[in-house]
Structure formats: C-alpha cells, structure tokens
C-alpha cells in the first residue's frame, strides 16, 4: 500500500511517540478502548501502534492476531506479555 509522505510522517511521529516505553504504548492503547469513532488519522495512529506492539518484543496474542488488533477490553503488562484486564496471570 502506498501511502502519501504526510500520512508516512504521521504514522513514522506516532511510531517514535509510542515506542518511547512500554507503559506509555500500554497507557495511548487503553484510551482508545472504546472509542467508536474511525477516521484517517485514527487508522494511521493505530497502525502506528500495532507496529509498536510488534516491536515491543512482547507477547500481545490476547488482543492481537496476524491481521487484527482488538480495542474491546483494557491491557495490562504481566511480565513479557501483555493481557486483558481480568485475565488469570
């Protein structure tokens, strides 16, 4: 897919934001639990921060698969993986 150099850098500025540490990924994906509403800007800093998880070297299979990444429930860091809020450890 290729994207136009203003959605590039705002996904690359996201990126560099979110990767700044893990508590600050885990903090910026809960508040977007819950939130109905989807625009371009919004599908740019989710993809931004889907590559942060997958970066992040940590096990993020309760919310995310190969092609989806769920903003149903609440995370949790647990050691090197990150949960749902609620889950059993």
């Not at 203003?6 to 508590?23: F, K």
Request: glycine fraction near 8%; include cysteine; aromatic fraction near 8%.
């Amino acid at each position: 897919m290729t994207r136009s150099p203003e959605r590039q850098q705002r996904i690359d500025e996201a990126y560099a934001r979110l990767t700044n540490s893990v508590d600050y990924l885990v903090a910026a994906f809960n508040r977007e639990v819950g939130n109905p509403g989807w625009v371009g800007a919004r599908a740019d800093y989710m993809h931004a921060m889907r590559l942060a998880f997958e970066a992040s070297g940590l096990d993020c299979s309760s919310f995310m698969t190969a092609s989806e990444m769920s903003l149903r429930q609440r995370i949790v860091r647990d050691g090197d993986r990150l949960v749902l809020v609620g889950e059993p450890g």
